[in-house]
């Protein structure tokens, strides 16, 4: 194609579309061929001029959107990261907006939230048991700390701009946060019901009868130890009661009535005659309790029951005739009465002669005798062995003083039997004297042991047993043993005795020792001698024989009397 042809086609299609070459960029023609020049166009212009206008507008929008987005978004993370409470906001009337979310807590404090959480809802069971709910525990209520945080999270819980949102609204418009919507714990409230419902059965005791010996009545409490409840209702009841800001409720509905009991089979086992309480036949004195008389209406004690309320104590009337003789009088009886006693002293007792005493007297301290026993000192008190703690002592052996193992244990078989012989119904059996007077014991009260022989027994001719006290006192270096028993009809005995110094047979100017005889004179509870019981006539010799003029002095004095101790 030739260039004017060319030219021509080009021309033609700048003049259809009003194209030029500035407009496609199209160099490589401007080089070919020389462009004419442009005629002035105001149409044109005038368009080029609006797009212009058009492309700098949108990019000035363009530009106004970002930092109005940028803003939105800067605000927007800021009030969602702040550490304060968005403007005007308040939590149960309390006002904690623009504060930190520990000092709401202690605003909270101080408007008392601590005591309205503190206040429990008191839930009580057939008006007789109480639990409680606690009010944050159950979810009821949040803490300080938890209400502050529920404040401090009220507009926060959408993106950026919704937390924004939140927050210009908040400048204008109060917001109340509540805790209307928190999930109460039925874990927690199910648990306490369980508890309050197992304080009830507690608090009303096992189920079956007691009886009022005081008052002649049967006791009893409808349904104890047994009530069933329905647990969902009384959570509901809970629920609503915590919804509605109560303080306090009572559920009394069972979901099982409490059955009655079987009161002919309480007739049956309760109803009976009096009966005396006795000693067992056996002689070791256990008492067999008393029965006491009673009856009662079978049918009036079933209305009774019928009438109460679940809970509460049902008393039934009854008639009880009481026995004469009592546990508690036979009970009484034993070991009431002191039969005998006597307190010897060792003042100048070395220590081992002291734990001898202290020894012997342990082994016989609450030895019990029952009727018709013979008491056997060596068969008690054992052989007197190192082995069993005795110790070596000043002793009479053959006539003469000599260091023996367990010296000294005659001082507690004399102060026994000294005792003994005050004990109307106590019986010497076996007993000898010393063969020299003793110091601590008056002459004809004494009662000589050794191993095996001799040995002090006596028998206990009593109706009752008797029990033996020995109290080896070594502070006071006193021996007290008393004989405690029962004495019935208030008999009792005095001794005395009689002590007479003899001479010697070969050589009557020479005194050789005494005679010494007791008596037990017995008495009635009026002061009237009944009997005289006389002892073993005893011998005591002197260490050494005496002349004829202190023979006759010595036995002046040991004539000078009758003694009674």
Same mark, same amino acid.
């Not at 190192?386 to 001082?411: D, K, N, T, W």
């Not at 029990?467 to 080896?472: D, L, M, N, V």
């Given at each position: 194609?030739?260039?004017?042809?060319?030219?021509?086609?080009?021309?033609?299609?700048?003049?259809?579309?009003?194209?030029?070459?500035?407009?496609?960029?199209?160099?490589?023609?401007?080089?070919?061929?020389?462009?004419?020049?442009?005629?002035?166009?105001?149409?044109?212009?005038?368009?080029?001029?609006?797009?212009?206008?058009?492309?700098?507008?949108?990019?000035?929008?363009?530009?106004?959107?970002?930092?109005?987005?940028?803003?939105?978004?800067?605000?927007?993370?800021?009030?969602?990261?702040?550490?304060?409470?968005?403007?005007?906001?308040?939590?149960?009337?309390?006002?904690?907006?623009?504060?930190?979310?520990?000092?709401?807590?202690?605003?909270?404090?101080?408007?008392?939230?601590?005591?309205?959480?503190?206040?429990?809802?008191?839930?009580?069971?057939?008006?007789?048991?109480?639990?409680?709910?606690?009010?944050?525990?159950?979810?009821?209520?949040?803490?300080?700390?938890?209400?502050?945080?529920?404040?401090?999270?009220?507009?926060?819980?959408?993106?950026?701009?919704?937390?924004?949102?939140?927050?210009?609204?908040?400048?204008?418009?109060?917001?109340?946060?509540?805790?209307?919507?928190?999930? @109460? +714990?039925?874990?927690?409230?199910?648990?306490?019901? %369980?508890?309050?419902?197992? #304080? &009830?059965? =507690?608090?009303?005791?096992? $189920?079956?009868?007691?009886?009022?010996?005081?008052?002649?009545?049967?006791?009893?409490?409808?349904?104890?130890?047994?009530?069933?409840?329905?647990?969902?209702?009384?959570?509901?009841?809970?629920?609503?009661?915590?919804?509605?800001?109560?303080?306090?409720?009572?559920?009394?509905? @069972? +979901?099982?009535?409490?059955?009655?009991?079987?009161? %002919?089979?309480?007739?049956? #086992? &309760?109803? =009976?005659?009096?009966?005396? $309480?006795?000693?067992?036949?056996?002689?070791?004195?256990?008492?067999?309790?008393?029965?006491?008389?009673?009856?009662?209406?079978?049918?009036?004690?079933?209305?009774?029951?019928?009438?109460?309320?679940?809970?509460?104590?049902?008393?039934?009337?009854?008639?009880?005739?009481?026995?004469?003789?009592?546990?508690?009088?036979?009970?009484?009886?034993?070991?009431?009465?002191?039969?005998?006693? =006597?307190?010897?002293?060792?003042?100048?007792?070395?220590?081992?002669?002291?734990?001898?005493?202290?020894?012997?007297?342990?082994?016989?301290?609450?030895?019990?005798?029952?009727?018709?026993?013979?008491?056997?000192?060596?068969?008690?008190?054992?052989?007197?062995?190192?082995?069993?703690?005795?110790?070596?002592?000043?002793?009479?052996?053959?006539?003469?003083?000599?260091?023996?193992?367990?010296?000294?244990?005659?001082?507690?078989?004399?102060?026994?039997?000294?005792?003994?012989?005050?004990?109307?119904?106590?019986?010497?059996?076996?007993?000898?004297?010393?063969?020299?007077?003793?110091?601590?014991?008056?002459?004809?009260?004494?009662?000589?042991?050794?191993?095996?022989?001799?040995?002090?027994?006596?028998?206990?001719?009593?109706?009752?047993?008797?029990?033996?006290?020995?109290?080896?006192?070594?502070?006071?270096?006193?021996?007290?043993?008393?004989?405690?028993?029962?004495?019935?009809?208030?008999?009792?005995?005095?001794?005395?005795?009689?002590?007479?110094?003899?001479?010697?047979?070969?050589?009557?100017?020479?005194?050789?020792?005494?005679?010494?005889?007791?008596?037990?004179?017995?008495?009635?509870?009026?002061?009237?001698?009944?009997?005289?019981?006389?002892?073993?006539?005893?011998?005591?010799?002197?260490?050494?024989?005496?002349?004829?003029?202190?023979?006759?002095?010595?036995?002046?004095?040991?004539?000078?009397?009758?003694?009674?101790?």
């Amino acid at each position: 194609m030739s260039r004017d042809k060319k030219r021509t086609k080009k021309q033609m299609l700048r003049q259809q579309y009003d194209v030029y070459p500035d407009d496609y960029g199209d160099d490589e023609d401007d080089e070919e061929y020389e462009s004419p020049k442009k005629p002035y166009n105001p149409r044109k212009e005038a368009r080029r001029e609006r797009r212009r206008k058009v492309r700098v507008a949108f990019l000035v929008f363009l530009a106004i959107v970002i930092m109005v987005s940028a803003a939105v978004t800067a605000a927007g993370a800021y009030v969602t990261y702040s550490d304060t409470v968005y403007p005007n906001v308040s939590f149960g009337g309390i006002l904690l907006g623009g504060v930190k979310k520990d000092m709401a807590a202690d605003i909270l404090e101080t408007a008392g939230w601590d005591i309205l959480a503190s206040r429990p809802l008191t839930v009580t069971l057939l008006n007789t048991s109480d639990f409680e709910i606690d009010m944050c525990r159950s979810g009821a209520m949040p803490t300080k700390e938890e209400a502050a945080e529920m404040a401090f999270e009220y507009g926060r819980d959408g993106n950026w701009y919704a937390n924004l949102l939140s927050y210009l609204k908040c400048l204008f418009v109060p917001a109340e946060v509540n805790s209307d919507s928190a999930q @109460l +714990s039925t874990e927690y409230i199910y648990a306490q019901i %369980d508890e309050g419902i197992a #304080e &009830l059965n =507690r608090l009303s005791g096992e $189920a079956g009868y007691t009886i009022d010996k005081e008052n002649s009545v049967l006791r009893m409490v409808k349904g104890a130890g047994g009530f069933q409840f329905d647990k969902d209702a009384i959570a509901s009841e809970i629920s609503a009661a915590l919804a509605e800001g109560k303080s306090s409720i009572s559920y009394d509905l @069972l +979901s099982v009535d409490p059955e009655m009991p079987d009161f %002919d089979a309480i007739h049956t #086992e &309760l109803a =009976r005659e009096p009966q005396d $309480a006795y000693f067992s036949d056996d002689n070791t004195f256990t008492v067999i309790d008393e029965v006491v008389g009673c009856e009662f209406d079978v049918s009036s004690a079933m209305s009774l029951w019928s009438d109460a309320a679940p809970a509460k104590e049902v008393i039934i009337p009854m008639t009880l005739t009481y026995p004469e003789i009592t546990t508690e009088l036979l009970e009484s009886l034993l070991f009431r009465d002191v039969l005998g006693e =006597r307190t010897t002293y060792f003042p100048n007792s070395n220590d081992n002669r002291i734990n001898n005493l202290c020894l012997a007297s342990s082994k016989i301290n609450d030895y019990v005798l029952y009727p018709g026993e013979v008491f056997s000192y060596n068969d008690i008190v054992g052989q007197r062995t190192e082995e069993g703690g005795f110790l070596p002592a000043g002793a009479y052996s053959s006539g003469e003083v000599v260091e023996e193992i367990g010296g000294g244990v005659c001082q507690v078989s004399s102060t026994l039997y000294c005792a003994m012989l005050s004990g109307y119904g106590l019986t010497t059996v076996e007993r000898s004297p010393h063969y020299f007077p003793s110091d601590y014991i008056e002459k004809g009260y004494d009662a000589t042991v050794s191993w095996p022989n001799p040995n002090f027994k006596f028998r206990n001719d009593t109706a009752y047993p008797i029990r033996i006290s020995a109290e080896c006192d070594v502070e006071n270096r006193a021996l007290t043993i008393r004989i405690y028993g029962t004495n019935i009809d208030g008999t009792y005995i005095v001794t005395r005795s009689t002590v007479l110094g003899y001479n010697n047979a070969k050589y009557p100017d020479l005194f050789e020792g005494y005679g010494a005889q007791v008596f037990r004179d017995v008495f009635d509870a009026y002061g009237n001698q009944i009997d005289m019981i006389t002892e073993i006539y005893d011998v005591y010799h002197t260490h050494e024989f005496v002349d004829a003029y202190n023979a006759r002095e010595a036995q002046a004095a040991a004539m000078g009397g009758e003694v009674a101790y």
